[in-house]
């Protein structure tokens, strides 16, 4: 059966090419059906490899053939399956394929209907290429085609131009990150002499020590990489602003699955890590940075779509923080349930979205809980999940996240104290959004529940989000035995009972009122705090007076060419002696004689000047 | 040297003043016929120079110029005078002023 994995990326590859072809002539229940049927069948056929793989789990290589050959550098279009890659590619294909079902119905108007399952099929492709590559260029190369998807997804209702400055932004800021890690993957290559993960970390073990500085150099190129693409400080202002394209691309790019290829990078290149400590505390503070300022900004927003993306960027703020800790199979897991729970969300508020004519302001909602019984039940499970409820899959991965982040032995206690307050967080604020949206008086009336297309995947990713904590992901192999020492109870307690404080508050504040906050937040510092927290910590105000300000002024400049001003000037120069030289050619010859006469008297003179000189 | 003695010096200020008087009615006649009898009165004032020198030193050098600038004036005088029939006949007229084709 592991023979046919290289179908996987095949099929939706096919399909979209075929659907980028025939979009002007295929009708459009065909193209539905291409578009969703690729995605299940590799969902089915990733399905078969792995229920093969549990039987018998033996990670195994498969080169088909050779990409280039330059010299000893012989990449490989081959692809490496073990645990973690089994994980991922049934992430993606299994929740890409819900939410490609969701889409049929979400962009059933839609007039490029052919080209939204092109891209998307697109997407899920370069996704699996990414997962599945042996070596470090292939992904890079999946890397870049997810990159690409991103952007024409982003930007795929073209037509209002707010709309394609957020593509071009979501390009540009993952482009730097991309600039860092083909920088690492250079240097890789250099020192190592390979770029095939599994080679690469055997001889990065022979050749480096714990704690040398080419491997801390490497690492930190390659988390740069990483934190472009999986949105965390400081490369993460473009998640918010992708939220311009469809909410089902929302779905399945910016929570379930583009956005934690850096979270898979970082594991997969965990050999790497576990050389370079520093660069792992770097990746925990980064990640625990990201998801206490995303946090805090998510409470303060009042687009739906907003607070979900901002609860991305923290939710792998957390997959960071556990990777950086050392504690891979947790992130990873939390990488999975996350993919579950989030992309629930976000298929609930694309249905709401969808039903109450495109609004996505929270205050504008409410009441929708009796009309739209299954969105309310998607988005109750999700945010339970979310704020990692008790029982919830969410529950079981942060718990892990927070209890093995304790018992890092440099910060231990801090970070996991940080990491409580964003659960605490986490919490208020999801349950602000349902408290909000759901209950209250209605001010709107949605046109009517979700269609069977719709209402499937949503009830499917409740049961996921339910259930997916008792899944047990078969990534013992890949990575190093965690230590099984085990943190005190009372942390555990703890870290249990935050999140339920956390409900407890949202809903006294959102839903009883019985605590007023009107008071704290009215106040000079509480409104000032607001509008900072709301701005995203004004982060891209800085990036605006840094970086686009100076840019665009600069080109302001330079499309004048003032360099060529100078060449510019010698040529006037020659133009102005020129005009005085053609003045004197008048044709008329008797000028010339006395011209001539004149210079030949001064020139005698001169001579005769010099010559009784020089006696 | 026996006979007429005239010093060297009053030969070559008549010569300058022959080529003074040449160059000036280059400069100021208009009619080209006019302009080519100042050429020749010039190339006459750097004759009697040549001569004149060449007498002073004894040397026969300057009568033997001479001899070449009379031949380049008859020269000169055959293609001006060609370029003069020309100039009449392409303009109808031999003011050199009015002849001016070239501007700017």
Redesign the interface.
Known sequence: MGDMIWLVPLIPMLSSILLMLGSGSLPRVIIGLLGVCSVGAAAVLTLLVGLDFLANPQPFQMTLWTWMQVGNFSPGIAFYFDGLTLVMMSVITGVGFLIHLFSTEFMEEDVSYARYFAYLNMFVAAMLVLVMADNLLLLYLGWEGVGVCSYLLVGFWYQNSANGQAARKAFVVTRIGDTAMALGLLLLFTQLGTLDIQAMMGVANEQWQVGDTLPLIACLLLLGGAVGKSAQLPLHTWLPDAMAGPTPVSALIHAATMVTAGVYLIARTNGLFLLAPTAMMIVALIGLATSLMAAFTALMQSDIKRILAYSTISQIGYMFLALGVGAWTAGIFHLMTHAFFKALLFLGSGAIIHYLHHEHDIFKMGGLRSKMPVTFWSFMIGSAALAALPMTSGFFSKDQILLQAYLQPDAGPWLWLGGLLGALLTAIYSFRLVFVVFFGEAKTQPDGDTGWRMALPLVVLCGLAMVGGYFIIPVAEVFPVASGEHPANWVEYVSISVPLMGLLLSYLIFHSGQLNVDKLVNSSLGQWLRRFWHSGWGIDWLYDRIFVRPYYRLSGIMVNEPIDAIYGLIVAINQTFNHWLAESQTGRMRWYIASMVFGLILVLTLALQISAEAL | MEGLNIPLNHILLVSTLLFSIG?LG???R?NIIF?LMSLEVMLNAAALAFVAAGAHWGQPDGQIIFMLILTVAAAEVAVGLGLVLQVQRRFKTLD??SA?????
């Open positions: 160059m280059l400069m100021i208009r302009i050199m002023d001016n084709r070239m501007r700017g």
